[in-house]
T-cell receptor, first 118, second 116 residues
Framework: AQKVTQAQTEISVVEKEDVTLDCVYE???????LFWYKQPPSGELVFLIR??????QNEISGRYSWNFQKSTSSFNFTITASQVVDSAVYFC???????????????FGKGTHLIIQP | DVKVTQSSRYLVKRTGEKVFLECVQD?????MFWYRQDPGLGLRLIYF???????EKGDIPEGYSVSREKKERFSLILESASTNQTSMYLC???????????????FGPGTRLTVL
């Protein structure tokens, strides 16, 4: 069965610090997709990134970067020079497109609550 | 811009009532999903649909049903609401691009349902 583990329930840092959110996943399949979403206090999940299992290149988008390591089944997310607006719950998710017919849902981790203190 | 809307942000119902949660997307997406989110449990898939009138059970379908009569609209129905269905309900949609099964899901703002 698929599983996504976000071991850090809550992280609190002071503004401008760098912070890394960990995500470890389990799947038996060789083809899969990984996602990160941000859920600010307003409640809506905001899509951040989608990565397929064949693309192990790290990705950088402004202050955000992602490190995908297939060897350790990890897809970690780093925020550089954190800001108060980064405060949110962050979810890592795994999709297995070949586990069945139709459109499968995402298996989510339980989320990491990130608090950026001014 | 991608847009998924849900009929209510907050809803209060009584035990035993029939409850309808509506979700509409304007991206012409084939796939639509209903999740519930609870503290400590994360998001769990209730039902999904990959076409009009088609539906598939997710991980926790008990106590729920769904309806998809039009491509843009996906309804979640609680036939007889119970207090353990108090939760945040999130709707999502995604396209079904040929050759790429796991397109990004885009979420609505959520409906916080309280059953008294």
């Amino acid at each position: 069965a698929q599983k996504v583990t976000q071991a850090q329930t809550e992280i609190s840092v002071v503004e401008k610090e760098d912070v890394t959110l960990d995500c470890v996943y389990e799947t038996r399949d060789t083809t899969y997709y990984l996602f990160w979403y941000k859920q600010p206090p307003s409640g809506e999940l905001v899509f951040l990134i989608r990565r397929n299992s064949f693309d192990e290149q790290n990705e950088i988008s402004g202050r955000y970067s992602w490190n995908f390591q297939k060897s350790t089944s990890s897809f970690n997310f780093t925020i550089t020079a954190s800001q108060v607006v980064d405060s949110a719950v962050y979810f890592c998710a795994l999709s297995d497109p070949y586990s069945g017919g139709g459109a499968d849902g995402l298996t989510f981790g339980k989320g990491t609550h990130l608090i950026i203190q001014p | 811009d991608v847009k998924v809307t849900q009929s209510s942000r907050y809803l209060v119902k009584r035990t035993g009532e029939k409850v309808f949660l509506e979700c509409v997307q304007d991206m012409d997406h084939e796939n639509m999903f209903w999740y519930r989110q609870d503290p400590g449990l994360g998001l769990r898939l209730i039902y999904f649909s990959y076409d009009v009138k088609m539906k598939e059970k997710g991980d926790i379908p008990e106590g729920y049903s769904v309806s998809r009569e039009k491509k843009e609209r996906f309804s979640l129905i609680l036939e007889s609401a119970s207090t353990n269905q108090t939760s945040m309900y999130l709707c999502a949609s995604s396209s079904r691009t040929s050759g790429s099964y796991a397109d990004t899901q885009y979420f609505g703002p959520g409906t916080r349902l309280t059953v008294l």
